[in-house]
């Protein structure tokens, strides 16, 4: 995500039981989190909103 939206992003995660497990500051924030199965698509949709669209999930396997 863009640097502004960060406290947002982090806000919002944090809500739905979310663990950050590693921030990337580089030209864009990325963010590894680990939260509940049942929460992905909630956190989708407040995350699109709050970010216009920029901020995505993708599934990440550990050791891949």
Do not use: M, W
């Amino acid at each position: 995500v863009a640097y502004p939206h960060v406290q947002s992003v982090k806000g919002a995660a944090e809500s739905f039981e979310a663990r950050i497990l590693s921030e990337d500051y580089t030209h864009e924030v990325f963010f590894k989190i680990e939260l509940p199965e049942e929460n992905v698509v909630p956190l989708k949709s407040v995350l699109a909103d709050l970010t216009r669209g920029e901020a995505r999930i993708e599934p990440c396997l550990e050791g891949r």
